[in-house]
């Protein structure tokens, strides 16, 4: 049997292809091992930071390609097609982080009723969250629409929830604003819904959008951000009150701009994403607070701590009801599948070409 794999050359992420691999024979498994068809995962922009920082955070590592090239990773579902396992069968559906591919191999361990750990070698210098997989077999929440809006949103929600909660266990570092770039991107507004929430609890907090022109009605209909401003404007905002910056985008030029409109008034700059792919290597010292990076495996570690086991699953589980009644009407799922399919939505991806209301499902399997 013979995998495909979506492959893409690291140092240029417009160039990729379809390749075949060899698969181990069922009977040839190694023990504990799982054989899963790919049968479908979800493409965002998050993904192109995964490849535009593959080689800094380790991605790449996790689904082997040949040299120069890379698979980048997806957030998708797996059916185990041959098990190795005791207590792993076949026919089961597993939720977590697939290549682009049609087929995976990983070593099963600290299986639980819940799901289990990729425990390959090659997959552990990454954050642990990467490697795990979710049992979701007969789970409705995981089903049908509900499934391929978990694929698209659940793991951009996650870092909303982490960086609403960092914020908010900072106290906005003073500010009384928070401005988010890439606005209508779903990480962005993931975050603004939680933000614009907290107004209901007497944290009055502003949240303000940028965006560019086409897509202020999309990010105005959302109703979670107070202001919504296009790039062309955002010198043109008030800089006589503190505000803090969270960048979706990675634009060194959108950056500096509004450090020096803010000044002093910026109180914090993180860095989330690099979907612009516009961030210059020396960047100048600017006013107001450094721009630092926010590493969400970070928060993460530091929020299992101190609030336990299955503490950071039942906030955000409460997080996600909240949310997800919003993505019927927010998200317009669309489903593509083959090789030629996924490749025209990899580079529509890619060069920013994809609806924000669009949310992409795809599949290798023609």
Not at 90 to 118: N, Q
Not at 304 to 324: D, N, S, T, V
Request: glycine share 8%; with cysteine.
């Amino acid at each position: 049997m013979k995998s495909t794999d979506f492959i893409v050359i690291r140092s240029d992420l417009q160039q990729c292809k379809v390749i075949e691999t060899q698969l181990p024979d069922a009977a040839a498994l190694p023990p504990d091992a799982l054989l899963l068809k790919v049968t479908r995962f979800a493409l965002t922009a998050n993904n192109i930071t995964y490849a535009v920082i593959g080689e800094q955070l380790k991605y790449w590592q996790l689904f082997l390609a040949p040299q120069g090239y890379g698979i980048i990773p997806v957030w998708g579902f797996g059916e185990v097609i041959a098990s190795k396992h005791p207590n792993v069968a076949v026919g089961e559906t597993l939720f977590g982080y697939f290549p682009m591919a049609t087929h995976l191999v990983i070593e099963a361990a600290d299986v639980s009723k819940r799901g289990l750990r990729d425990a390959a070698a090659h997959r552990q210098e990454v954050s642990p969250v990467y490697n795990n997989y979710a049992r979701v077999s007969g789970d409705p929440t995981y089903a049908g629409r509900r499934g391929d809006e978990r694929a698209l949103m659940v793991p951009l929600f996650m870092l909303s929830f982490l960086v609403d909660d960092f914020l908010a266990e900072n106290e906005f570092c003073g500010a009384r604003s928070v401005i988010l770039s890439s606005a209508s991107s779903k990480t962005a507004f993931g975050l603004a819904h939680l933000l614009h929430k907290r107004q209901d609890t007497g944290q009055g907090i502003r949240v303000v959008g940028l965006t560019s022109k086409g897509n202020v009605d999309f990010v105005t209909s959302l109703g979670c951000y107070d202001e919504v401003v296009t790039y062309d404007r955002v010198t043109a905002m008030p800089a006589t009150e503190p505000v803090a910056y969270v960048d979706m985008a990675g634009n060194s030029a959108l950056r500096e701009t509004l450090h020096r409109h803010f000044g002093a008034q910026m109180k914090y700059s993180g860095r989330i994403g690099l979907t612009h792919r516009a961030s210059e290597p020396d960047e100048a010292v600017l006013p107001g607070a450094k721009p630092v990076w926010f590493f969400a495996p970070d928060q993460i570690r530091k929020r299992a701590k101190e609030w336990g086991p299955g503490g950071i699953e039942q906030r955000f589980g409460a997080a996600w009801a909240g949310l997800a009644p919003h993505l019927p009407e927010w998200l317009e799922v669309v489903e593509h599948r083959g090789h030629e399919a996924v490749r025209a939505a990899y580079l529509d991806t890619l060069n920013g070409r994809v609806p924000p209301d669009q949310g992409l499902i795809l599949s290798l399997a023609e």
